[in-house]
Structures are given as structure tokens and as C-alpha cells.
């Protein structure tokens, strides 16, 4: 039985991870939950576990759900993010999983390492802006982490039995997010309901926006070179419409083995809360018989300037993927209220980045400082 620890619980993942707990109650008990703005979903879950702490937004946010749930401990804030990620300090069945969306994913992610506490991780921004105090972390203690990102979970997959050190390349899938059938002059008048639509998958607002710019691919290689410790000029994008490869990982013998299944982030989700074991998910299986083709076309890094300035990004490395991240959230977050148009996300994030002097090695506290007046600047500036 595992005891699971599940920050963001109200969003697209961490929904599909009740699912699972609930199809599976003899191998999971839900420990702790932590929201953000949707306390009605909060309340909902909380009435069907047994739960020892939730975490909410803030103290106005606190008070309403400690009417509702008397005997469950409530904490609020980024601190209670960290507290829902270290409770019960000696639970040896304790897993974190990390659904939540955004930096804000980082410290408590540090925390669970810092008790030896595994994490399953979907919040891919806590490798982008801290991947290498993540893995310094790692190196000193006991916890691991493991992939939900599909991409990754992909890869994990494919690495299983193998010996790394033999693997030439990863070949990171890339549906090419909603515009992918668009010219660039096209964009210029696309809408935001237009970009919210997804062809393949059914995901969280910015992770759909992170698609349709194809920063979440920069994002996605990013995060490959720090979870597998692989050089970034060996991890190549490829788009793949279809979304039926996750992923691939080349050999040097020239074998590429590839996970293949439908898109539905259940299977990724559940093969990480089962590792190593395999059970029945509750995703439909592929059919051969209804699929006529795959198809595959290299990436033009002109047609998605995002995802070169990621890759430049990490190759340059300290701060500069600290400014990447955080001027992408303003920018995504200004773009959903509809202050921004979509072209301007890609020129807002570029010029943070333009004008950034890196500092090497950033420290937690320089990240959060620098993360913080990025996005003062922005939203300073366009949200008006
Ligand atoms: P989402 O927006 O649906 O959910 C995010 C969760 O985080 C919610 O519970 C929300 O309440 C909480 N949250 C948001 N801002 C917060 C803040 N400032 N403080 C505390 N909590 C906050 O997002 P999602 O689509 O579930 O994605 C979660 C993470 O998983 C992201 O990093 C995303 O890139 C990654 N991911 C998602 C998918 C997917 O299919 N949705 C696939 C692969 C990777
Ligand atoms: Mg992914």
C-alpha cells in the first residue's frame, strides 16, 4: 500500500490520479491534497477520503474549509505546499506526487527529497528552473523521482532492462499543439479559444498554451537532460500528429524502441504509481486496425522560436532558464485573460530573456528573486 501525498489535486492530472486511487483503494490511500481556486472541487474529494491535511490558497481560503473539515489539518500558502510534501516525515510508504502547474513546484519538491521521500512528477517547470539543484539533491539522499510527463514516462519505458550507457539518442514526440496545421502569418489573428483547443490531448490551460508555442517541448527537453543525464545535443524533438509514439530512445546499435499507446495520461500516471509492477489502466487499448498511418516531420526551430530559446536557454544555462520559465508563465497567464495576443507571448519571453545577464548556478533564493521581478516587470507592464 502506498500513501499518497498529491499536490494539485483540482487540475487535469491530479483528477486523473483520484481516478486512479479510486479503482485501486487496496493499493493507495490518499494521505493529503492540496487546491488553488477551486475549493468546491476540494471539498469534494475531501468528503471522499479520509484525509490528514489540505492545503488551499490562502488564510481567507483556510477558514472556509476548516469549517467544512473540523478534523483535518488546513495550511495555506507556498509553506503549506512544503508542509503537504514532508507530513509524516518517517512514512516509508509515503509518495509525493507533484500535479501542481507552474515554479511554485520547486521547494516543495526539494522538501520531499530532503526526507527521502519519492516523488512522481508532473510539474516539468520545477526541472526547468531547478533541475540542477534537484539532482544535487538526489545525489545526497535516498528519494527518486519518476516521470509522469508522457514523453518521459515514454523514454522510462523504453530504458527498462537496458544499460543507459549505451543509449545514443532520445527522440522526444511532439503532436505540434493546436496551431501545427498554421502558418506563422496565420497567428497573427488566432483567438484564444483557438489555442485551447488541442487536437490530441485534453489538458490544463498552460500546459495547452505551452503546446500550441511549443515551449513545452523546449520545456520537455529540459527536463530529459536533467531526469535521464543525457548531453541536450542528443535529445532531439520530432513531430509526430498523431501523439501514438510518446517517445523513443535510440541505441548504438542502431535499435529505437518506442512506447506506443492512445493519448491519455492515465497510463503514464498509472505506470508511475505501480513501478515496477504493470496493471490493467483504465485507458483503451490501441487498434491497429484503425490506424493507417504514422507520420513524422522534423521541426522548423523557425516556425517555433520558443523551443530554440529553450534549447539556447539550457546550453547557456544558470538564471537564463530561470528568466525563460518565469517570463513564459506572465506571458501565458496574461495571454488567457486576454490582455496579450498569442504572437506577443513568444516576443515578451524572448525580450526577458534578451536582457538578462546570467548568474551561474543560481541559489533557491536568487531563483524565486529573480523569477518574482520578471514577472512584476511584465505584468507591470501589460496588464493593464
Ligand atoms: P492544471 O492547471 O489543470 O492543474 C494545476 C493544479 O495546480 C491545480 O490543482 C491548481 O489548483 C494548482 N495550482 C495552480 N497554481 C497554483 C499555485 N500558484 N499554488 C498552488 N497550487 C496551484 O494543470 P495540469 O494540466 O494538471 O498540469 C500540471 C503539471 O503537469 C504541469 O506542470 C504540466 O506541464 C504537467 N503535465 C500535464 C499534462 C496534462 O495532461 N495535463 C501532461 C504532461 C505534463
Ligand atoms: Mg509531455
Known sequence: ??????????????????????????????????????????????????????????????????????????????????????????????????????????????EAIKIDRDILLANKETLVVGGHLVNALLKEHDAKLYPIDSEHNAIWQAMQ???????????????????????????KSVTLKDALSHPNWNMGNKITIDSATMMNKGFEIIEAAYLFNISIENIKPLIHKESIIHSMVEYVDGSIIAQMANPDMRLPISYAMFYPKRIKSLIEPLNFDKISSLNFKPVDYDRYPLLKL????????????????AANEAAVKLFLNEKISFLQ????????????????????????????TIKKEIFDRYNK
Request: proline content about 2%; glycine content about 8%; some cysteine.
Open 1 to 110: 500500500m502506498k500513501n499518497i501525498y498529491l499536490l494539485g489535486a483540482t487540475g487535469s492530472i491530479g483528477i486523473q490520479t483520484i481516478e486512479i486511487i479510486e479503482e485501486y483503494p487496496e493499493e493507495f490511500n490518499l494521505i493529503a491534497i492540496s487546491g488553488y481556486s477551486n475549493l468546491e472541487k476540494l471539498i469534494e474529494i475531501g468528503s471522499k477520503f479520509s484525509l490528514e491535511m489540505i492545503s488551499v490558497k490562502d488564510n481567507h481560503d483556510a477558514d472556509v474549509i476548516k469549517e467544512v473539515f473540523p478534523d483535518i489539518q488546513i495550511v495555506f500558502g507556498e509553506e503549506g505546499l512544503c508542509e503537504l510534501a514532508k507530513l509524516n516525515e518517517n512514512d516509508e510508504d509515503g509518495v509525493l506526487i507533484n500535479a501542481l502547474v507552474g515554479m511554485v513546484g520547486l521547494k516543495p519538491t526539494i
Open 161 to 187: 532492462g537496458e544499460d543507459t550507457k549505451k543509449i545514443k539518442s532520445l527522440i522526444i514526440t511532439a503532436s505540434g499543439g493546436s496551431f501545427r496545421d498554421k502558418t506563422r502569418d496565420e497567428l
Open 310 to 325: 529553450a534549447i539556447d536557454c539550457f546550453k547557456i544555462g544558470g538564471s537564463h532558464r530561470t528568466v525563460l520559465n
Open 345 to 372: 507571448i513568444e516576443e515578451i519571453v524572448l525580450n526577458a530573456v534578451q536582457n538578462h545577464q546570467t548568474i551561474v548556478d543560481p541559489s533557491l533564493e536568487e531563483i524565486y528573486d529573480i523569477d518574482k
